[in-house]
């Protein structure tokens, strides 16, 4: 087979989810933020959240797998993010030191300031929790270029809050993924009077969770609305609430699987499965209203693949949450009008 025919042969079998080395939405892989306008990154990170099956690590490479079938054009926006902007796969943040939280966290931001020293704009695959505060730290607040020097406005999908000021660490971790919410805010990395926590749920734990849920994270600031309300206002009049939370403030979206109903998710670290959460329908539609925001970053966490069920279908969901996710930040940059 000549050269000419082997590179043509290559290139019919891109379209293959089995074919090749898998990246992220069969991205080229390239660990170069500067090449990019956005940067798909895995962080394989469980020691944030030690209350848990700590299998979060594994998230990255599965939504790599399941993520080569994927169709690289959006329906609903009507634009293919992957030709709008350039998208790699940089791989995954490296860390030594997988078992110290601590150091995590410190190697987890040192990375992402390489993206923010850039301009490009991340969406990252977790990993526990813990992961989003050092990500915010790189990318938000002041001497930040992706934020303009500014805390970001946080747009939070989960059914905890993880604004857990009242306990000093959670079983060693100090910035872990029950406080990430709250030292952001003190750190100047999130807005908190234009940040909003959307579809918490569940019972509370007893004497450590005192109050009514979103206690802690109202006194910071955030606008709570827990799943119940969401239930009441539905998708649309959510949305809105967002958008005018927001404005045109840059934003960072993350999103926990535990937020999704565990009929959809039942592959995530802390299940809630006395609660309904949103289905597939309502959490992709809230997330396209949000287009034409300025969204600088985003990420999806607390995939457990060690639980989930044979044919995948919780990394199946952060593959979809991923795909919109780096939607709204490619029709951004597209310019692409709202």
């Not at 020691?47 to 790599?64: F, Y």
């Not at 985003?298 to 939607?327: G, R």
């Amino acid at each position: 087979m000549s050269g000419s025919e082997m590179e043509q042969a290559r290139n019919s079998a891109q379209s293959w989810y089995w074919w090749g080395i898998p990246t992220l939405f069969r991205c080229p892989w390239n660990e170069d933020p500067s090449a990019c306008d956005i940067a798909l990154v895995g962080v394989p990170h469980s020691s944030g959240n030690g209350s848990t099956e700590r299998d979060q690590h594994l998230g990255p490479r599965a939504v790599r797998h399941v993520s080569g079938f994927y169709r690289r054009a959006h329906g609903v926006h009507g634009f293919a993010p992957f030709e709008a902007a350039r998208i790699h796969d940089l791989g995954d943040v490296p860390l030594p030191e997988a078992m110290n939280n601590e150091a995590c966290v410190r190697d987890i931001e040192a990375f992402y300031r390489r993206l923010d020293a850039a301009g490009t704009r991340p969406v990252s695959i977790g990993g526990d929790h813990s992961i989003t505060g050092p990500i915010l730290k790189a990318v938000a607040g002041p001497g930040r270029k992706l934020s303009g020097g500014k805390p970001a406005a946080l747009i939070h999908f989960d059914a905890h809050t993880d604004s857990y000021e009242n306990m000093p660490h959670w079983l060693g971790a100090r910035r872990s993924a029950a406080h990430w919410a709250a030292y952001t805010v003190r750190e100047a990395a999130v807005d908190a009077a234009h940040s909003i926590q959307i579809g918490m749920r569940g019972h509370p734990s007893g004497s450590i969770h005192q109050g009514k849920v979103g206690s802690a994270s109202e006194a910071l600031g955030y606008k709570v609305v827990p799943m119940n309300e969401f239930e009441e206002l539905g998708i649309a009049r959510t949305v809105e609430l967002i958008r005018s939370r927001v404005g045109d403030r840059p934003a960072y979206i993350t999103f926990d699987l535990d937020s999704l109903d565990p009929s959809v998710a039942p592959g995530v670290s802390n299940l809630e499965p006395g609660f309904s959460g949103f289905t597939i329908r309502e959490a992709t539609r809230l997330l396209q209203g949000l287009k034409g925001l300025d969204i600088i970053g985003a990420d999806v966490v607390c995939l457990m693949p060690t639980k989930d069920s044979p044919n995948q279908i919780t990394a199946q969901m952060a593959m979809v949450m991923m795909f919109e996710l780096t939607s709204l930040v490619a029709f951004r940059l597209a310019g692409l009008a709202a």
